[in-house]
């Protein structure tokens, strides 16, 4: 059975389109110009724009801009779209042309047409709904987008943090547990001095919180809007009353304090606070992936590697060696934190690629925005409950790595010498005889000395834990 059609025009002609579609002419020729990626506006996207849709509405109502019986019929339509319905019609591609036009218009004729089913007219009436002059009444693609895209940076942020405040409580009992196990330190991959394995997980706790910090207050910037602004920042078409309103309606119904940009022109035309977002995220991703590097190092083995710490096996490793369990989870938060630095070289450049009044590559910062918070979400989430919660320290594999290790010769510096020290370490090297075996046998230290010398506590903390 053929699907039954309806046909629109606009100023570029006329096309058919399934009559049960609630989206119109323009998202139709969005769809059709722009299979790129193959992935729809993020379903957070689209409740940002509808929200705004829906607080010009309250604001064009209230102050008598867009007749009572027109409002209402939007906000009802805004409501059904912010209760879950009508997914299935944001078809346009994230990735489009026209700075953002084809997502608009998606969202104006969706809720135009629903609001005109409320009236009792029928999809594609638009002489009872406009999406254009009603819906999108005293707005523009270039105050909407960038506005309704800071506010998906903030609400998915908010299940970011929330996973990063789990893995630094994670990484800090941890730090706890481990508090007790003396270690090797290396740097350069070689012996360096003895450590605490607990240091080395507070160590994880502390970038990860100043990472968790950093994002914060980045998305400040998020806050300060342009709406109002509409096309480039000298709001024309927009009325006394609306332009003083509709950061105020859109802060009730988002609940998010938001502020109008000072200057609207810089707030139209400029995208580096997206830009700056997209920093913090790079940066927490290599504080994730150098601890992920660290793991599976320290992990290493378990026989024939450091085999400091045992990870939580997850799954058979391989398909043809029995037995073998690989470092799954720190491998995947490894890829993630590839992403989310590629998607930032995308950003950089999308941000500064814009030209004069507007920037016209916001899709495809969104795009690579959107899914770097998604993707350090979902890797921060797996890594805390399938890998870092289950470590369990190798007690006597890093015991057996500190007597074996020349590096606690460092801490004889002060009493022999840096040469006379360096003589210790060769000979130990080439015989297995243990530091504290050749200075006793050498008469360079009273043994009492020697074991205060080398307590673990003088040697893990400054000072010798004075401090």
Request: charged share 25%.
């Amino acid at each position: 059975m053929e699907k039954e059609l309806r046909t629109e025009s606009d100023s570029v002609g006329e096309l058919s389109l399934d009559s049960g579609a609630y989206y119109g002419i323009q998202t139709l020729r969005a769809k059709g110009n722009f299979e790129i990626t193959g992935t729809r506006l993020t379903s957070a996207f689209v409740r940002n724009i509808v929200l705004i849709k829906k607080a010009a509405a309250i604001v064009n109502k209230s102050y008598g801009l867009l007749a009572e019986g027109k409002a209402d019929a939007v906000i009802a339509a805004c409501d059904e779209i912010l209760h879950g319905k009508h997914r299935k019609d944001f078809i346009v591609d994230a990735v489009q042309g026209g700075a953002g036009t084809s997502a608009n218009m998606n969202v104006n004729e969706v809720i135009a047409n629903i609001a005109i089913e409320h009236l009792g007219g029928k999809k594609g009436d638009y002489t009872v709904i406009s999406p254009n002059d009603d819906v999108n009444m005293e707005q523009s693609t270039n105050d909407v987008i960038p506005t309704a895209g800071k506010l998906t940076v903030l609400s998915l942020s908010k299940e970011l943090l929330s996973e990063l405040s789990r893995l630094c409580d994670a990484l800090t009992e941890k730090a706890k547990e481990f508090n007790d196990v003396l270690k090797m330190g290396r740097t350069q991959l070689q012996d360096a001095v003895p450590m605490r394995l607990g240091q080395a997980f507070r160590a994880f706790a502390t970038s990860i919180a100043r990472s968790k910090k950093r994002i914060e207050d980045s998305l400040g910037e998020m806050r300060v809007i342009n709406m109002g602004a509409t096309a480039i920042g000298t709001a024309i078409n927009a009325k006394g009353a609306y332009f003083s309103h509709i950061t105020e309606e859109l802060s009730l119904l988002t609940g998010e304090k938001l502020s109008r940009a000072d200057d609207l022109f810089d707030g139209t035309q400029n995208v580096d606070g997206f830009a700056a977002v997209s920093g913090t995220l790079k940066a927490l991703a290599i504080n994730l992936s150098k601890m992920c590097n660290d793991l599976r190092l320290m992990s290493s083995g378990p026989r024939t590697g450091l085999g400091e710490i045992i990870l939580p096996a997850k799954q058979n490793g391989s398909s043809i060696m029995p037995g073998k369990i690989n470092p799954v989870i720190p491998e995947v938060v490894n890829q993630a934190a590839f992403l989310v630095i590629g998607h930032d070289v995308t950003v950089t450049m999308a941000a500064e690629a814009g030209q004069l009044e507007l920037n016209a590559f916001e899709p495809v910062i969104f795009y690579q925005l959107f899914e770097s918070i998604r993707v350090l979400t979902g890797s921060i989430r797996t890594l805390t409950e399938n890998c870092i919660v289950g470590i369990v320290a190798n007690r006597e594999r890093c015991a057996e790595w500190v007597n074996r290790s020349v590096g606690i010769v460092t801490a004889l510096n002060p009493y022999i010498g840096y040469l006379k020290a360096a003589e210790i370490a060769k000979e130990s090297l080439k015989t297995g005889e243990s530091i504290r075996s050749i200075v006793l046998r050498e008469g360079l230290m009273d043994e009492e000395k020697l074991d205060e010398i080398l307590d673990p506590l003088v040697l893990t903390e400054p000072c010798g834990g004075r401090l």
